[in-house]
């Protein structure tokens, strides 16, 4: 990563890479989840259901990632 890159690049670069299922927190309340194709200054491109959607990132609150669907994974845990 660039020396200089702020953390919320780091988050999303991370989150991008790893491609993490995330959970978008608007500021109006709305939640969104999905996968972070790409992202800029300004905005971040989620696909959700199959759907791209382009965010603004000033309309975002929080992200958080579901740790039960990342722990199980890891664990092999909810596996028939």
Known sequence: MIANQNIQDQALENFKAE?????????NGFQMKGVIEDFDKYMI??????KQHLIYKH????????????DSEATGEGEE
């Open 45 to 50: 491109s989620l696909v959700s259901q199959g």
């Open 19 to 27: 491609q993490t299922e995330i959970t978008v927190f608007f500021l």
């Open 59 to 70: 309309a975002i609150s929080t992200f958080t990632v579901d740790t039960e669907s990342t």
